[in-house]
Structures are given as structure tokens and as C-alpha cells.
């Protein structure tokens, strides 16, 4: 990635870094203190910035120049550090991002209290900026997300999921918020309907192709980018596109084998240098890159509508937003 674009990807999230902190501010003398440093230390450990970046993003592209668009953006990341909150509380998890998870270090209650906190406090901001649409939106998203991860809990150990079982969990665990993300921004800039459509098809493929990288990343991610255990969704009985890939060409011997692994968490613990080697040996990784760089592809072509010349400095960040999916680490 360019210099230049870089440093305008940093500023923009140093902008987003800088919102939040005034929105905490404003309310800190109102709340609890041990929810306070909750927050805190939950929301400024290291996040992307990816959700708000892209309302504030799509706004842009849709010729916004509106500064609250910033407060608008910021909702994004309330919901998704509130879901990472309550699924840190779920998966029992002491690490997150190479330190003490939330429910590690102040406690479960704690977590998942302060969870609430921001996905009510999210819903209110985009209430206050985006109208009814925005908030049937947001809702409809935070609906889908809460569905995707009850799919994927009734399918635990299942080897017998499809390619659109995993990415019926996909939509609602990663794709959905990040869509909505677009398309709010979008419409709060002034998107038509057209318009608003492309951003959020664009939003929507760029978190399935993140989620495969992510999924990946768990067989071959570097834990100490990663932040988690090699494995760790195979551990816990996750059947994710890089297995259910290569079970699709697997032999009958092959197949007996796996399927007597996932009879228990331990063996599956025990195992997982050996699942990772038979996904490797039925392509089952390279497959599933292939996929996520094909939906990379269908992705950029949504934006293909926004063809103003001043269009193009925000195209690009897009267009560099979609190669580090493809290409992050952690």
C-alpha cells in the first residue's frame, strides 16, 4: 500500500480514535466508573477501525462532507466491540488481541453488562443520524448476527455442513454489519437507492472474503499475530470452508478418520497438526483463498456506479481495503 494512502487510511482512523473518545467523555460523569474503564480498555485496544471507516468511507463516495458522519461511524464499532464482548464471555476466552480479554479481566458480569451498554448506546446514535431507515437497518444487521451465530452453534462438529451452511454463518456473523455499515453511511451522504445497494453488495462480499481469510488464519495464522491458538475454531468444533473444502474430495479412509477426530473436543486438540496437514493435502486451503479472492473481485465491481472523477481518491482506498483482506495477517 502507498505511502500516501497509508497515512490517509491513519488519519482517518486517528479521527474515529479521536470521536469515540469525546463521545465517552461526554457521558463519563453520568456512569458507573468500573463500566467507564470497561469501555475503555475494551474499545482502544488495537482495532481496525474497519466498520467505521467504511461508513465514513461511503459517505464520502456518496459526497458527503458532513463531520458527523464520524459520530454516525462510530456506532459500527460500539455493536461490533459489544459482540466481541459477549462472544469473548461465550467461547470462555482469556485472550483477545495478545492481552486479558474483558471477561477475564474484570469478569464476566462485567462483559456482558457493558456489551449491552454499547449496542443499546449504537442503536441510539444511529437513531439520531440516520432516521427510521438507518435504524431498520442497524437492527435487521444486529438481528442477522445474532441468527448466524445460532447456525453455526446448532452445527458444532458437524462434518456434514455445506458451502451455504457456512455461509449462511458467514452473512450473519461478519458480512451483514459490515454491508450495513456501507449502505447507512452511503444513504447518510446522499446515496440513491442504486447507489446504496452497490455499497452495501460491496460491504457484504468484503466480509465473507474477510471471514474466510480469517478462518484461515486459524489454521495458519501466526498466534502471535493472531492473537489465538492454532486451531482454535477446529478445537472448539467450528467447521469453517478450508475443511468442509477439502472433505468435499477427501476418500472414504480419509473421511472415517475425521470423523472419528471430531467425536471430542480433546481429540480434536490432540489432532489438529494432522486436520491441518489433510486440509492441505486436499487443497482445502488454497480452495478456499481462491474463493475469497473471486468474491474480492465481484466486490470492487459493484462500485463500477461511482464514476464521478473526484470519485476516484476514495475508490482507492476501497480498492486497497480489499486487498488487505486478502492479504493481512491477523
Same mark, same amino acid.
Not at 456518496?62 to 461490533?80: P, Q, S, T
Not at 492481552?99 to 442503536?123: P, Q, W, Y
Not at 456501507?182 to 446504496?196: K, M, P, V
Not at 486436499?282 to 459493484?302: C, N, P, S, V
Given at each position: 500500500?502507498? &505511502?500516501?494512502? !497509508?497515512?490517509?487510511?491513519?488519519?482517518?482512523?486517528?479521527?474515529?480514535?479521536?470521536?469515540?473518545?469525546?463521545?465517552?467523555?461526554?457521558?463519563?460523569?453520568?456512569?458507573?466508573?468500573? @463500566?467507564?474503564? =470497561?469501555?475503555?480498555?475494551?474499545?482502544? /485496544?488495537?482495532? !481496525?477501525?474497519?466498520?467505521?471507516?467504511?461508513?465514513?468511507?461511503?459517505?464520502? @463516495?456518496? /459526497?458527503?462532507?458532513?463531520?458527523?458522519?464520524?459520530?454516525?461511524?462510530?456506532?459500527?464499532?460500539?455493536?461490533?466491540?459489544?459482540?466481541?464482548?459477549?462472544?469473548?464471555?461465550?467461547?470462555?476466552?482469556?485472550?483477545?488481541?495478545?492481552?486479558?480479554?474483558?471477561?477475564?479481566?474484570?469478569?464476566?458480569?462485567?462483559?456482558?453488562?457493558?456489551?449491552?451498554? &454499547?449496542?443499546?448506546?449504537?442503536?441510539?446514535?444511529?437513531?439520531?443520524?440516520?432516521?427510521?431507515? /438507518?435504524?431498520?437497518?442497524?437492527?435487521?444487521?444486529?438481528?442477522?448476527?445474532?441468527?448466524?451465530?445460532?447456525?453455526?452453534?446448532?452445527?458444532?462438529?458437524?462434518?456434514?455442513?455445506?458451502?451455504?451452511?457456512?455461509?449462511?454463518?458467514?452473512?450473519?456473523?461478519?458480512?451483514?454489519?459490515?454491508?450495513?455499515?456501507?449502505?447507512?453511511?452511503? $444513504?447518510?451522504? /446522499?446515496?440513491?437507492?442504486?447507489?446504496?445497494?452497490? @455499497?452495501?453488495?460491496?460491504?457484504?462480499?468484503?466480509?465473507?472474503?474477510?471471514?474466510?481469510?480469517?478462518?484461515?488464519?486459524?489454521?495458519?495464522?501466526?498466534?502471535?499475530?493472531?492473537?489465538? $491458538?492454532?486451531?482454535?475454531?477446529?478445537?472448539?468444533?467450528?467447521?469453517?470452508?478450508?475443511? #468442509?473444502?477439502?472433505? !468435499?474430495?477427501?476418500?472414504?479412509?480419509?473421511?472415517?478418520?475425521? %470423523?472419528?477426530?471430531?467425536?471430542?473436543?480433546?481429540?480434536?486438540?490432540?489432532?489438529?497438526?494432522?486436520? #491441518?496437514?489433510?486440509?492441505?493435502? %486436499?487443497?482445502?486451503?488454497? $480452495?478456499?483463498?481462491?474463493?475469497?479472492?473471486? #468474491? =474480492?473481485?465481484?466486490?470492487?465491481?459493484?462500485?463500477?456506479?461511482?464514476?464521478?472523477?473526484?470519485?476516484?481518491?476514495?475508490?482507492?482506498?476501497?480498492?486497497?481495503?480489499?486487498?488487505?483482506?486478502?492479504?493481512?495477517? !491477523?
Amino acid at each position: 500500500m502507498m &505511502l500516501e494512502l !497509508k497515512e490517509l487510511i491513519a488519519s482517518e482512523t486517528r479521527k474515529i480514535d479521536q470521536v469515540m473518545r469525546q463521545d465517552l467523555d461526554r457521558f463519563s460523569a453520568d456512569h458507573d466508573q468500573l @463500566l467507564m474503564s =470497561i469501555l475503555d480498555y475494551g474499545l482502544f /485496544g488495537g482495532g !481496525k477501525r474497519v466498520r467505521p471507516l467504511l461508513a465514513v468511507l461511503s459517505s464520502k @463516495l456518496a /459526497g458527503c462532507r458532513d463531520e458527523r458522519v464520524y459520530e454516525l461511524g462510530i456506532a459500527f464499532e460500539y455493536l461490533h466491540v459489544a459482540t466481541l464482548f459477549h462472544d469473548d464471555v461465550i467461547d470462555n476466552a482469556s485472550t483477545r488481541r495478545n492481552r486479558s480479554s474483558v471477561n477475564e479481566k474484570f469478569g464476566i458480569v462485567g462483559a456482558i453488562l457493558a456489551g449491552d451498554f &454499547l449496542h443499546a448506546h449504537s442503536m441510539a446514535i444511529i437513531g439520531r443520524y440516520a432516521g427510521t431507515e /438507518g435504524l431498520s437497518l442497524f437492527t435487521s444487521a444486529t438481528c442477522g448476527m445474532a441468527d448466524g451465530e445460532f447456525v453455526q452453534l446448532r452445527n458444532i462438529g458437524n462434518l456434514a455442513q455445506t458451502e451455504d451452511d457456512y455461509f449462511k454463518v458467514v452473512m450473519g456473523k461478519t458480512a451483514l454489519l459490515i454491508g450495513a455499515a456501507c449502505q447507512i453511511g452511503g $444513504r447518510f451522504g /446522499g446515496a440513491d437507492q442504486n447507489q446504496a445497494a452497490a @455499497l452495501s453488495e460491496y460491504g457484504l462480499k468484503l466480509g465473507c472474503a474477510f471471514q474466510i481469510v480469517d478462518d484461515l488464519l486459524d489454521y495458519t495464522g501466526d498466534p502471535s499475530s493472531t492473537g489465538k $491458538r492454532v486451531g482454535n475454531d477446529l478445537i472448539e468444533g467450528k467447521v469453517t470452508l478450508p475443511l #468442509i473444502l477439502a472433505l !468435499k474430495d477427501a476418500d472414504k479412509r480419509d473421511k472415517s478418520w475425521l %470423523y472419528e477426530v471430531f467425536q471430542n473436543e480433546r481429540s480434536r486438540s490432540e489432532q489438529t497438526a494432522e486436520v #491441518i496437514d489433510f486440509i492441505s493435502r %486436499y487443497d482445502g486451503f488454497m $480452495r478456499a483463498r481462491k474463493q475469497a479472492e473471486k #468474491i =474480492i473481485t465481484e466486490a470492487l465491481a459493484r462500485l463500477d456506479c461511482f464514476i464521478r472523477p473526484e470519485d476516484n481518491e476514495i475508490l482507492v482506498i476501497f480498492k486497497a481495503l480489499a486487498a488487505y483482506v486478502l492479504t493481512r495477517e !491477523k
